[in-house]
């Protein structure tokens, strides 16, 4: 039988650097990742060496400024790089992801001095970071978060529980959203909270479906107190540097869930073309031809709508409307690929034996972080009819 096993994507850069920056990539993610994805995510661990290793080689900053550590790539080459290690394991990708949104205020809107003081250790010193801006009773709603911020002489004290956290209880530091002020998006400010900060605590993780091995976690703050110094913004900015930051990193999950959706396709690929039933290989079968042709299909219409996306980001212009689209577009999409990825390989692709089912569990969460897709249709249809009930 001929060997029709995937290759590489094959991917348009636009420069050399960033072709040699995919290749460090892909020969981390298979030397140090991929070996031990499916074993580590059964039981549940955090590959912190990973995280390490990435920092090191210069890839936890990557769209960030190189004056600070950051490796100043355009977004259109760091969201390629978050699929390709979401391909291998999510947990890192999505990590990454997480990891450049919670340095996202700090290096958009900190003063010079803030930068200079934490900017290299965020990006290229080894830490790991966390975005608290979810809460027990807000979530799509996150304007109502009720975590509060007193201003006490020159610091604040932040009392309150954030949900949902993704590295709660390990990352170094968190940048938290806090009420300093009325009610309503107005009232909210951001905060730079290192985690061994007193007062600061995280439940246990999480039990979910699928990646376990990326801790999810309450993180409680019982009077934390931080100097003014590490307030980010001014007052009341808060809300809007969430929600620039949440456009930014909606385009990072749209990658992960194209890496995850890819990564199917090609067990998917590499199943029936060697999985014989009748005297023939089931890739012959007209039925599963045509699941293969739609599924990527599916995943390169993603790629090109997470890309476009960027591009726009890329050259200043406006990107919220596309960044949605690119978040609801290719984590449905991941959903689907995923689900029949594990048909094709019928029951096969039920058991743990092959990694068809933890794309699946995996790619749900993508439909539901960093604002549930029922959201991003509702950031969709304001940009082409207005707010609702004007």
């Not at 809007?240 to 992960?256: M, N, P, T, V």
């Amino acid at each position: 039988m001929p060997d029709r096993a995937p290759q590489p994507v094959d991917r348009q850069l636009p420069t050399d650097e960033a072709r040699d920056l995919i290749s460090l990539v892909r020969d981390i993610a298979q030397r140090e990742i991929a070996p031990k994805a499916a074993e580590e995510e059964d039981a549940g661990r955090f590959p912190r060496e990973v995280f390490t290793l990435l920092s090191e080689s210069g890839l936890l900053g990557l769209p960030y400024d190189s004056e600070y550590g950051g490796g100043e790539q355009p977004y259109e080459v760091y969201l390629q790089v978050l699929e390709e290690l979401a391909a291998v394991r999510l947990t890192v990708g999505l990590g990454v992801s997480v990891h450049t949104l919670a340095s996202y205020a700090l290096a958009t809107y900190g003063s010079k001095q803030q930068q200079v003081e934490h900017l290299p250790a965020m990006l290229g010193g080894g830490l790991l970071g966390a975005y608290c801006l979810s809460e027990p009773a807000s979530g799509s709603d996150a304007a109502s978060l009720r975590t509060k911020a007193v201003r006490e002489g020159d610091d604040w004290v932040i009392t309150g529980t954030k949900a949902w956290i993704t590295h709660g209880g390990i990352a170094d530091f968190y940048t938290v959203m806090a009420r300093t002020g009325e009610d309503g998006p107005r009232g909210i400010s951001a905060f730079l909270v290192p985690a061994d900060a007193a007062g600061l605590s995280a439940a246990a993780p999480e039990k979910k479906m699928g990646m376990k091995g990326s801790p999810t976690a309450q993180v409680h703050f019982d009077g934390v107190r931080v100097g003014d110094e590490r307030r980010i913004g001014e007052e009341g900015q808060g809300f809007a540097i969430a929600l620039s930051a949440l456009d930014s990193g909606r385009l990072g999950i749209a990658a992960c869930a194209i890496g995850v959706a890819q990564a199917a396709l090609d067990e998917a690929v590499t199943y029936a073309t060697e999985r014989r039933q009748f005297g023939k290989p089931i890739a012959d079968f007209q039925g599963l031809r045509f699941m293969l042709a739609d599924m990527a299909t599916q995943i390169e219409a993603g790629r090109a709508l997470y890309l476009a996306a960027a591009r726009l980001r890329d050259a200043g212009r406006p990107f919220a409307k596309q960044a949605a689209m690119a978040k609801l577009h290719c984590t449905d999409a991941a959903m689907k690929v995923t689900t029949d990825a594990v048909q094709i390989l019928g029951g096969y692709g039920y058991t743990v034996d092959f990694p068809a089912e933890r794309y699946m569990r995996e790619a749900k969460v993508l439909q539901i972080v960093e604002g549930t897709n029922q959201i991003q249709r509702m950031v969709i249809a304001r940009h082409l009819a207005g707010p609702e009930g004007r």
